[in-house]
């Protein structure tokens, strides 16, 4: 029996020959992230069991961007507990205020991560660079801390989905509204413990923004992760970011998969996450008169250069409404900087957008946007669970830029064709 995109990296990386579901592996590992609340606890687990090095100080990145500038004197301390270790390992790849950016954007941008490489990161997002090739999943701090020393991790080989994508995106339906359908199709265990393999001709008309952003909520679907095969767009992506030499792998036409799935991206149409479960999706036409407080357009699902060109399209010349408070997050230092180069920032600003430094800010409920009793929020971030960005009777829709920017003008939830 042939193997799944997924099972060949980690059979590389285990020294096999091949894998199969089920089988427990030790892999090598080609990065390990943490960020400014997880990293904390790895660093305490790490010192606890007396490791006194990291195993390449060019496979580690640490990200300070959940708090940061830091909101109050606990974050401060996490992030300066972090400042330390990056200075005593000669951590190369840490990133702090002025430099850093939403960690699953800012490393596939910055090149850190390639095809073909096996990433672990103490977040459970970290399966966006499967949008790469890569076979990439979120891990407790505990494996996180071995990983920063030893350069391996223990896995069990998922088994895989394989999702079939035809057609093309229509206009104003993005990755965003791929992943949410899908989600809704399968539920939020539909893909537990399982690599969600995306494959098919539709997956051409793909952009990189849609694939990091399809990859991204692999998780909440349930998956170890989420993988796309990898193309000319790939390549081109990473050409001119990454340095050096990347490896593509690809699914032998025999895999074994647990189900197949296919999806018509011609018939998408925008999506609405309710609350309080990814999986509780509408179409844009199903959502009825829904009366919101509050957008975030951000976020490390959706606050790329291509989320922001689409907010600004729909809200250049017009106005958010006076009982929405609209707020812009631009996921990193370079996508800040493109929006002011092209102009974004000044369509936000007259909109009457607040435009925030690269944060996660609101999306985990921190700060740069805290929902009141009985508030709703329209948001490109990627969970809506109870209490999840601020009190536990506020309500989040998770839905695409180009929805919540149709939202934050028309002061409920709306999709651009009602502008």
Known sequence: MGMTMTQKILAAHAGLDEVKAGQLIRADLDMVLGNDITTPVAIREFEKAGFDGVFDREKISLVMDHFTPNKDIKSAEQCAQCRTFARRF???????????????????EQGIVKAGDCIIGADSHTCTYGALGAFSTGVGSTDMAVGMATGQ??????EALKLNLTGKLGENVTGKDVILHIIGMIGVDGALYKSMEFTGEGVASLTMEDRLCIANMAIEAGGKNGI???????????????DGEWTVFAADEDAEYAAEYTVDLSALKPTVSFPHLPENTKTIDEVGDVPIQQVVIGSCTNGRIEDMAMAAKILQGRQV????????????????????????????????????????????????GILAEGE??????????????????SEVYLASPAVAAASAVVGRIAGPDEL
């Open 90 to 108: 000669d951590v190369e790849h840490f990133y702090d205020v002025g430099r850093m950016g939403i960690e699953h954007a800012l490393l596939p």
């Open 153 to 158: 991790a223990w896995f069990k080989v998922p």
């Open 228 to 242: 796309f095969p990898v193309d000319g767009i790939t390549e081109e992506y990473m050409k001119g970011r990454v």
């Open 321 to 368: 409404h006076r009982d929405v408070r609209a707020i812009i997050i631009p996921a990193t230092q370079e996508v800040y900087k493109e929006c002011i180069h092209s102009g974004y920032m000044d369509i936000f600003i007259d909109a009457g957008c607040v435009v925030s430094t690269p944060t996660c800010g609101p999306c985990l409920g921190g700060h740069m």
């Open 376 to 393: 709703r929020c329209v948001a490109t971030t990627n969970r809506n669970f109870v209490g999840r960005m601020g009190h536990v009777k």
